[in-house]
């Protein structure tokens, strides 16, 4: 994903820069608009918000919304009590990657 996101420029103001654990940090000078909020979502997991704060905890609050369908049905799939879970991936870029679930909230790991 890093790689796709570092082949084209999204818009005029942006600083991009290679970062050691083979991720890329890019950084805009952009209104926060719903369209770019949407825009940021639309990446999923692959995006992490650093700045600003409260774009920040928008962006997480969402993703943790939309995963917790998920991770109720694996809960109630179980048999037996769940009250607590982690899930993880190897991603592309060889970093694990993942979720934890305490039953009501949605830790993104990673």
């Not at 420029?9 to 949407?38: C, G, M, N, Q, V």
């Amino acid at each position: 994903m890093p790689e796709f996101a570092a082949e084209r420029t999204w818009h005029p103001s942006e600083k991009l820069r290679y970062r050691a654990d083979r991720t890329i940090e890019l950084k805009l000078k952009i209104a926060i608009t719903p369209e770019f909020e949407r825009w940021l979502l639309s990446w999923g997991d692959a995006v992490e918000v650093v700045k600003p704060l409260g774009l920040r905890d928008r962006v997480e609050a969402t993703q943790a919304h939309r995963c917790q369908p998920l991770l109720k049905k694996i809960e109630n799939r179980h048999q037996g009590s769940t009250p607590a879970y982690r899930i993880m991936c190897l991603a592309s870029a060889g970093i694990w990657t993942g979720v934890e679930w305490d039953g009501s909230h949605v830790l993104f790991i990673g």
